[in-house]
C-alpha cells in the first residue's frame, strides 16, 4: 500500500515536472527573443560603421529608382524572412534547399538590392553590417518610398544574419493566400503579432502584383464568390484568363501604399481571399473600417512594421555576419 501510493505519487511528480520542463521552454524561447529585441539600437553602427545608415540609403536609392517593381519585392522579403527564425537573412541565402527554394518563397524579388547595398557596406566595413538589418534598412526605405514619404519609422540595429536556411522551415510559417482567417491570426500570433498588426500588415498588399494563379479559386468556382464584387470579377477575368501572368494586388492606387487597400475590401474589391476575407470576419471588419483612413493606418503601418522587425533571435555573437548576403561564410 505504502509503495503503491509512493509510485502515484512519483508519476504525478514527473508529469509536473514535465510540465513545468515545457513552461520553462516556452518562457526561456520568450525571454530570449525579449532579450535580444532588448539589445537593438538605432545608432548600433555608430563607432563600428557610422555611415552604415548612409551607405544603406544611397544603394537602397539608386536601385528602387532604376527597378521601382522592387520596392514592394523588398517589403514582402522582409515579411517572409521574419516569420521563419526571425529577421536572420535566412531567406537571402542562394542555395539549394535554403527558405528561399520553398514553394511560398518562389514569387520573392528585389534581392537585387540587399547585394547592392551589402556590396558598398562591405567595401567600407568590411564584415560589420549584417545582412538582415540592411534588409531591414531597405524594408524602411522601400516603405518610405512606396507611401510618397508619408510612412517613416526608426529602425533598431544589432540583428545577426543566421546560420539556418531550410525549405522544410517555412511549411506552416507563412500562410497561404487561401488560408482561413483562424490559420491567418494564429500565423501572426506565432511570431508574437496580434490580429490588429495582422490586419495592418496585409495593408502591405496595398502595393506590388500577384500571379493569376493565386486567384483561379476565386474566378473559376462552381459558385461564384458572393464576396467578390462582379464587376471587378470580371475585369480580373480578362486580366487572368488562365493561372499565367500577374495582376496588381490593389486595383486602385497599385503603386501608393496607402489606406485604399481597405476601402477595396469594403466594396468586395480584395483581390486574394485572404486579404478579402478580413472584411468577412466579424473581429476583423471593425479593423479594417478603421484602417480605411490614412490617419490611422499610416502611423499603424509603421508601428506594425517596427514590431515585426523586432522578430529577432539572433543578437550579440550569436549567428555571423555574412560577408555575401546569399551564402553563408562558411559555405
Ligand atoms: C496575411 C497573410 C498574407 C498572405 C496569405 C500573403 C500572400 C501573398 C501572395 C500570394 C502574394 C503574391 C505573390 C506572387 O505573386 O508571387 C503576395 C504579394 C505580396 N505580399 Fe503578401 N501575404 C500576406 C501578408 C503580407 C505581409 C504581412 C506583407 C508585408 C508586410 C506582405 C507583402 C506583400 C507584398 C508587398 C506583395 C507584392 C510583392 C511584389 O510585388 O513582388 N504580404 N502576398
Not at 537593438?40 to 529608382?65: E, G, H, I, R, W
Not at 467578390?228 to 495582376?247: E, H, I, M, N
Amino acid at each position: 500500500m505504502g509503495s503503491a501510493c509512493s509510485g502515484r505519487d512519483a508519476s504525478s511528480l514527473l508529469s509536473l515536472g514535465f510540465m513545468l520542463l515545457l513552461l520553462v521552454t516556452a518562457l526561456t524561447a520568450l525571454t530570449s527573443t525579449v532579450e535580444a529585441q532588448a539589445q537593438l539600437v538605432p545608432d548600433f553602427y555608430k563607432s563600428s560603421c557610422p555611415m552604415a545608415d548612409t551607405l544603406v540609403s544611397s544603394a537602397v536609392d539608386s536601385a528602387l529608382n532604376s527597378r521601382a517593381a522592387a520596392a514592394s519585392g523588398v517589403l514582402r522579403l522582409f515579411f517572409h524572412d521574419c516569420f521563419v527564425h526571425g529577421c536572420d537573412a535566412s531567406v537571402l541565402i542562394d542555395a539549394p534547399g535554403s527558405e528561399r527554394s520553398a514553394s511560398a518563397n518562389l514569387g520573392l524579388q528585389g534581392f537585387e538590392v540587399i547585394d547592392a547595398a551589402k556590396e558598398v557596406v562591405e567595401k567600407q566595413c568590411p564584415g560589420v553590417v549584417s545582412c538582415a538589418d540592411i534588409l531591414a534598412l531597405a524594408t524602411q526605405l522601400s516603405v518610405k518610398k512606396l507611401s510618397g514619404g508619408r510612412i517613416t519609422y526608426t529602425v533598431p540595429l544589432g540583428r545577426r544574419d543566421g546560420l539556418v536556411s531550410s525549405a522544410a522551415d517555412v511549411t506552416g510559417k507563412l500562410p497561404s493566400p487561401v488560408a482561413s482567417v483562424a490559420t491567418l491570426k494564429a500565423a501572426f500570433s506565432a511570431n508574437g503579432l496580434s490580429t490588429e498588426d495582422m490586419v495592418v500588415l496585409s495593408g502591405a498588399h496595398s502595393v506590388g502584383t500577384a500571379g493569376c494563379g493565386f486567384i483561379q479559386n476565386r474566378l473559376t468556382a462552381a459558385t461564384p464568390d458572393a464576396t467578390l464584387d462582379t464587376t471587378y470579377a470580371a475585369v480580373l477575368k480578362k486580366q487572368c484568363p488562365t493561372a499565367a501572368g500577374s495582376v496588381n494586388l490593389d486595383l486602385a492606387t497599385p503603386n501608393q501604399l496607402d489606406e485604399v487597400y481597405y476601402k477595396n475590401l469594403q466594396a468586395n474589391k480584395g483581390l486574394l481571399s485572404s486579404d478579402q476575407i478580413l472584411q468577412t470576419d466579424i473581429e476583423t471588419r471593425p479593423m479594417v473600417a478603421a484602417n480605411a483612413a490614412f490617419q490611422t493606418f499610416g502611423p499603424n503601418f509603421a508601428r506594425a512594421m517596427e514590431k515585426m522587425g523586432n522578430i529577432v533571435q539572433l543578437t550579440a555573437t550569436q549567428g555571423e555576419i555574412r560577408l555575401s548576403c546569399r551564402s553563408f561564410n562558411q559555405a
